[in-house]
């Protein structure tokens, strides 16, 4: 019974919670789940010169994340600040600018609700409705006189 035992998968839940029946396997089987994928030697090479860093740097080695890209705590942890490039330049005016646009927008924001908090309703003049009732039908059918055409 040895042999046998060896030789069968266990049963095994599906996500939708059945079962999937006890399977014979040869000995030595390996799940495709459990197999890493194919990397071909091109992309294996290009992962170790990553690994080494800079040919002739004799400094810290940064850790190098699932990215390929030093990790953030990497960063903060190196002393010297990096010169920026162009594009991150441009990128920094325009995040100053943008605040710097919020910030005005709030500022008249305040402005124009203090006015009209100033402002009073002066309700001593009856709004006619009448004459509005009559202007407004006037729109309408000059309205459907274009749609006719």
Known sequence: KQWYQRRVRAPTQRPDGTWRAAKY?????????????????????A?????????????????????????????????????????????????EKKNADEFEIEEVTEHVTEKVAELKVDESKPVDVEKKKKALLKKLRAINDLQAK
Do not use: C, H, L
């Open 25 to 45: 396997v040869k000995e030595g089987y390996i799940p495709q789940d459990e197999i890493d994928s194919y990397r071909s030697k091109g992309k294996k090479f």
């Open 47 to 95: 992962d170790d010169a990553k690994a080494m860093g800079v040919v002739g740097y004799n400094g810290p080695k940064p850790v190098i994340s699932s990215q390929g890209r030093p990790t953030n705590a990497d960063i903060e942890a190196g002393s010297k600040p990096t010169k920026m490039t162009k594009n991150q330049k441009k990128r920094q005016k325009k995040k």
